[in-house]
């Protein structure tokens, strides 16, 4: 799903894939960022996600033994500062962690063991995190991942910039981030 600025005409957008201005008159303010236009992925196909999480809990004689997961799909993808936040139970104290890619920090004031990786690529595509603690399978859910990339998803470009007056081209920059909003496995 795309959304445009308001300025923006929505039908050339629509029909010819060009962001152009709705009233001519009306210009962006010069010398400062706008964002024209933003894409947004919403659905529950796995085929579509970009990074595949697996969280295996398993229950032990003092707990549960957890081992996650991690998996890069989208291998033209780099993604940045990923964080994977995995639920511990109140009160437990802190989990014993086994083998670990990349680093972790556990936070017991939000009960949360984060596992932090600084890029993920396709040199970097996989890693695991095992580690353990008191409580059931079913309190290491919902596992949250948050991350930052400098490149679309969607790999969408700007093909040129040009007047409204007429074809003459523009000098333009552009900033691309790919951000997640809510990316949970449940």
Known sequence: MSTTHPNVDKKLFTSDSVIGLKNPEKSFPLDNDVGVLKWRLQSTDDALIPLTINCWPSESATGCDVNIEYELQEESLELNDVVI?????????????GDVD????????????EWS????????????????VAGQP??????????????????????????????????????TSFLVDKYEIM
């Open 85 to 97: 936040a995995i639920p511990i139970p109140s009160g437990v104290g802190a989990p014993v962690v």
């Open 102 to 113: 990349g680093e972790y920090k556990h936070d017991s004031r939000r009960n949360v063991l």
């Open 117 to 132: 990786l600084p890029v993920i690529d396709a040199k970097n595509k996989s890693g695991s995190l095992e580690f353990s």
């Open 138 to 175: 079913s309190d290491f859910f919902p596992v949250n991942v948050s991350f930052v990339s400098k490149r679309n998803y969607c790999d969408i470009q700007v093909a040129k910039v040009t007047h409204v007056d007429g074809d003459a081209p523009v000098k333009f920059s552009l900033e």
